[in-house]
């Protein structure tokens, strides 16, 4: 396992309080397909938040080791990959409609686009403070090159 997956999984852990990952193969499949667009291998998940209704991957969040996919239709930016290294910043744009919560995290890209996450089966302060650490990891690597 790579040291930025390690990384990732300890941080996961602190801040969420239990370990990430995933075994249940179809929900995997699935959500690499689907969620992940193809882009990614089982070894890059870090954690799936799934939720489709009979629970099979076709639909939530999944952090990988250099991005967030989405794919829900109940979120507010219904399909992205937003890779860490392009987000130049995350905002918790906090909102109330009819008593009703529909705060969601927002990912700022470097070249402008604009994702909201506002999936209700993830603590979105706790997944900010996580992209925000993984932003970090590979603001350190860009300082890193000579």
């Known amino acids: 396992m ?15 309080g239990y ?13 690499l397909e689907i969620m992940c ?9 870090i954690n799936i938040t799934d939720t489709s209704i009979s629970s099979n991957g076709k639909s939530g969040l999944v952090l990988t080791v250099n ?21 130049d910043y995350t905002y918790m744009k906090e909102e109330r409609f009819l008593g009703v919560d529909i705060s969601a995290l927002e ?10 996450i506002s999936i209700n089966k993830i603590n979105k302060d ?6 925000d650490y993984a932003m970090s990891l590979y603001e350190d690597d860009d300082k890193l090159e000579w």
């Open 2 to 16: 790579s040291d930025l997956k390690s990384a990732l999984i300890e941080k996961f852990e602190d801040i969420f």
């Open 37 to 45: 667009q193809g882009q990614y291998k089982k070894d890059q998940i």
């Open 19 to 31: 370990r990430p990952g995933d075994e249940y193969e179809p929900r995997v499949r699935n959500a």
């Open 67 to 87: 991005s967030v996919c989405v794919k829900d239709a109940g979120n507010s930016t219904s399909r992205f990959i937003a890779k860490y290294e392009d987000i």
């Open 126 to 131: 706790k997944l900010m403070e996580f992209i």
């Open 107 to 116: 990912l700022n890209m470097k070249y402008g686009t604009q994702y909201r």
